[in-house]
């Protein structure tokens, strides 16, 4: 790609960002408007409501953070912890880790509970570390773990959670707007996701949701947050009245999260969650049939991010995902950390997960690992 040129069309089927409908697309390319133009706080209305929805939450505190899921992520802990609370952290892969990484950099005591990788969290171990760490801040850990492909179940974790007094905190990046995430039933008290997997929108924004509980305990902190920017006390008077400037929101971005938002409303949330896991099984058969065996367990499978086990065949997986790219258009990701050259990562997330796409891919596939 020469400097002025524009980027080629790609069929985006890995880990994200994933592909962008036309209707967003528009919407990220309306002209400007002032971050207090009276206009932008009611389309922040519908937007946080529709939040909601995808969420399954009635939590007030809902809005979108300017950043991506990593910001979510540093924003969440950052408000919730102090120097010196204990935390509880289940990792079973790369973003599990991160968190541990982020709560440490913040001063907090974490106990860190590891599973396999390819598995989802042991709650027995879960529950033996939270029932043994004393006074406990927050358990947190990640909905749909991008590095592997599991779908833990939250429930349970945030049962136990709650039993000893502490908060539960819930990574829903790879989930949102592709698996139903239902932050209230789940007892889920703050999350964070990003807009540019199963929301179908371009990154740059992390929708966030907070409990009335969860923010009254921030509202009580005994230190200052040291994160100027993420502070929600300060962030809640721009959302909400009196709608005081903090930063500059990209308001861009706000309308293509808008509108992807009302896509989603548009297509109903369970007809979503369906089209996500019709289209992940029907690929999944198809790489059956090219001899590529998923790498996790049914039972544990997320429809939004696949992961596959490479055959032996294969002498260099990166070749394959480059030929792929530039000869077919379509882009899948690798293995992260311990999996690289192990595993590929298919996405079928938001406007990605069409039969469509995955029949390229498949053809492309076929082509290329037969040549
Ligand atoms: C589970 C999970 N958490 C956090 C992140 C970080 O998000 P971002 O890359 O948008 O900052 C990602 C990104 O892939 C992710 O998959």
Redesign the pocket.
Known sequence: MTTNSLPSPRILMG??PSSVTPRVLEALGRAPIGYLDPELFTMLDGLRANLRTVYGTSNEWTFPLTG????G?ESCLSNLLEPGDKVVIGVIGF?GA?MVELARRLGAEVTVVEGEWGGVLDPDEMAKAIQQSGKLKLVGC?H???STGVHQPLKHIASMAHEQGALFLA?A??SLGGISVDIDNNEVDVAYS?T?KCVGAP?GL?PVTVSENAFQIVRNRKSRQSHWFFDWNLLQNYYDTPHMYHHTVPVNMLFALNEALLEIVDEGLEERFKRHRDVSAFMLSGLEELGIHPFVKAEHRLPTLNTVVIPESVVDEAAVRARLLQEFGVEIGGGLGALKGKIWRIGTMGASATLRNVLTLLGALKRVLSE
């Open positions: 880990p994200g991506t899921g990593m910001a992520m973003f991160r990640v749909a773990e991008t990574d990046v790879t990003g540019q990154p992390s």
